[in-house]
């Protein structure tokens, strides 16, 4: 049997993730601190708000958020593939924490600027460069590798839960309170994230001995020769780039489609960024389910069609309820797509160099994001605010498209890629 149809298998037999033990604590610190990071990500763009009224200026601390990833991604999952992902993990959430905390003192006696609104975003997004890729390579170590696929659902559908159902509606009591208080918590969050981390019994990392001379960007290159050697995860991630070119259009010009061709108010706005993340939860809730039956190949194409048509109801259909429900199931098909997209990672990806395969993916599937919020905006402006959906239909059709070799490959038993 190859690796490959090893995978396959693996799907097939696929078995849920016990809550005891590590994994239990990796969700309680997922959980704790999607919900800090939802409650500061809400509140920012308030205060960057009430600090100015440039529009680009304010839209300076949203873009921030992305570049770290471009400038500093490959070098995070180098630098994860060579240190103890657990002590990595627990100390970039306490120097988030103390420095979230040191920004809440800033607001709270009358310190904060634009400046230092981007100075935080810039920081906090470099340390996430390395936190994500570390934790996405921990997780084998926590889990039986038949329980991948439910142990993905399970923390990116509670990151939704708590960044986008919980913490968002609370922001502006918080605010009313006090100002800095949402900061204050984000802080406590990271800090207490940090514990139960610290708190995991796995065993240290068996990183292979290097060779002198072998430095960061010899092992970023190769994670980049690894991601591009292995047919399926290649694939992959060229499909996610040119979705997500889509999905930048798509969040850059939503708000512009609801006022602008809906003409509708800021409640039919919050109940369609509601309706995206209560299809998230449910995307996560049956993606255990389509991937046992469809496989995650197929599950991810499944999940890309139906994302494509409801970019095009979004673009044609000028009703309301049509938004709503069509963005219900592009969250659900997204968190199946994310989902099958983690799980394919660590299965295929060597141990020793899933850090760096994470990082090349992530890198080059964030890249189209700024770049569709840009064409989004030009499309819009040149004809009509509709236009961006429709466009991000098109991405999404070329994405579907880009990835036909890869179920192929899948089912041709092609063994993955092993080698520097």
Same mark, same amino acid.
């Given at each position: ?18 809550? *005891? ?8 610190? =997922?959980?704790?601190? @999607? ?28 873009? /921030?958020?992305?570049?770290?990833? $471009? ?26 924490? +103390? +420095? ?12 904060? @600027? ?8 810039? =920081? ?17 170590? #926590? ?6 696929? @439910?142990?993905?659902?399970?923390? $990116? ?42 708190? +995991? ?33 290649? /694939?992959?991630?060229? @499909? ?55 496989? *995650? ?19 044609? =259909? ?10 219900? $199931? ?5 968190? $199946? ?65 880009? #990835? ?17």
């Amino acid at each position: 049997m190859t690796a490959s149809d090893t995978a396959e298998a693996g799907v097939k037999g696929a078995r849920s993730v016990a809550w *005891r033990g590590g994994f239990g604590r990796l969700w309680g610190a =997922v959980v704790l601190s @999607s919900f800090g990071d939802g409650l500061r990500k809400a509140a920012l763009p308030l205060l960057a708000a009430s600090l100015t009224d440039d529009p680009l200026l304010i839209a300076s601390v949203s873009a /921030c958020g992305y570049l770290p990833w $471009l400038v500093f991604g490959l070098l995070g999952g180098a630098i994860a593939d060579r240190v103890d992902q657990r002590r990595a993990m627990w100390r970039v959430d306490v120097a988030r924490g +103390l +420095l979230v905390a040191a920004f809440a003192l800033a607001v709270a006696f009358g310190h904060a @600027s634009i400046g230092l609104l981007i100075a935080l975003a810039l =920081v906090l997004t470099t340390f996430q460069t390395l936190f994500d890729n570390a934790a996405t390579a921990l997780l084998p170590a #926590l889990v039986p590798r038949d329980a991948l696929g @439910s142990a993905n659902a399970r923390l $990116l559908t509670a990151q939704q839960l708590a960044s986008g159902i919980l913490a968002a509606p609370v922001v502006p009591f918080l605010i009313a309170a006090a100002p800095a208080l949402p900061y204050g918590i984000d802080a406590a969050t990271y800090l207490a994230g940090a514990a139960l981390v610290a708190s +995991l019994r796995v065993p240290a990392p068996g990183h292979p001995p290097r060779s002198g001379g072998v430095t960061l960007r010899s092992d970023i290159a190769g994670g980049l020769r690894a991601l591009w050697r292995d047919r399926v995860l290649r /694939c992959l991630c060229a @499909s996610t780039a040119v979705g997500n070119v889509g999905i930048g259009a798509l969040i850059a010009t939503l708000v512009v489609l609801v006022t602008g061709w809906l003409d509708a108010g800021p409640g039919t706005y919050a109940a369609t960024t509601t309706a995206y993340a209560a299809g998230s939860l449910a995307g996560g809730a049956v993606a255990g389910r389509l991937a046992r039956r469809l496989g *995650r190949v197929r599950g991810i194409l499944l999940a890309g069609t139906a994302q494509t048509a409801a970019l095009v109801a979004m673009g044609t =259909v000028r009703s309301g309820v049509a938004l709503v429900v069509s963005m219900t $199931l592009f969250g659900a098909m997204g968190m $199946l797509w994310n989902v099958n997209t983690h799980t394919l990672m660590q299965e295929r990806a060597p141990a020793a160099m899933l850090g760096r395969i994470s990082a090349a993916f992530r890198t080059m599937a964030i890249a189209g994001a700024p770049l569709g919020a840009v064409l989004g905006g030009a499309v819009a402006a040149l004809w009509g605010p509709n236009t961006p959906m429709l466009l991000a239909a098109a991405l999404f059709t070329l994405s579907v498209l880009a #990835l036909t070799p890869a179920l192929k490959s899948a089912h041709s038993g092609q063994t993955p890629q092993t080698t520097r």
